[in-house]
Nanobody, 118 residues
């Protein structure tokens, strides 16, 4: 049973842009805050950005001014628009709810790979 489907990753040069998509169910989309997380090789998974059902946003300090998060309420999709990409943005990006992220018994999606390389 898939709850989150991430897409849009790819290989870009430093300074480039990508838009990631997170498709989820209507129930999850309308009930919970949706967050983007990333995990780079050898590092812990970290919170990148969040958007509440009311549209309030949060960004981790290292991505402020470069990333935006938004919601499309017609297709139950959350986007992460990434600009001015840096080498350190390289990671597998996942979406989840904060509640789901904290629960070991709930699955994560497959994630989408973002590789920033010169």
């Amino acid at each position: 049973q898939v709850q989150f489907v991430e897409s849009g990753g790819g290989v870009v040069q430093p300074g480039g842009s990508l838009r990631l998509s997170c498709a989820t169910s209507r129930t999850i989309f309308t009930t919970y805050t949706i967050s983007w997380y990333r995990q780079a090789p050898g590092k812990q998974r970290e919170l990148v950005a969040s958007i509440t059902t009311a549209g309030s946003t949060y960004f981790e300090s290292s991505v402020k001014g470069r990333f935006t998060i938004s919601r499309d309420n017609t297709i139950n999709t959350v986007y992460l628009q990434m600009s001015s990409l840096k080498l350190d943005d390289t990671a597998v990006y996942f979406c989840n709810t904060p509640l789901g992220a904290a629960r070991a018994d709930l699955p994560w999606g497959q994630g989408t790979q973002v590789t920033v390389s010169s």
